[in-house]
């Protein structure tokens, strides 16, 4: 049984985005009359999907590097205002 762990996805972050902006240049190339093989503009409608890869993989990188800081975060009025612990 396959197992989904969160780490995985911090560890392959680099191919995640590769394919995700692979995806997205694939979805807008047919829309700009970009000619392209058959089994290529079968990927052309996964551009949304990776729009949405993109994104979790950013979001999971702000969260661990978030997480890293060896400070204190606090959100007050909008902004986001870091403290160094002493």
Known sequence: MFQFNVN???KYRTQLMGIA???VIFG???GNGVVMPRWMESLCGL???GVDIFLLVSGLGLWYSLKSIDSQV????GKVLVYKKI
Do not use: E, F, M, R
Request: aromatic residues 6%; without cysteine.
């Open 21 to 23: 902006t692979l995806l």
């Open 8 to 10: 995985d996805i911090s």
């Open 28 to 30: 807008h190339s047919v």
């Open 47 to 49: 551009a949304s999907v």
């Open 74 to 77: 606090n959100l007050w009025g």
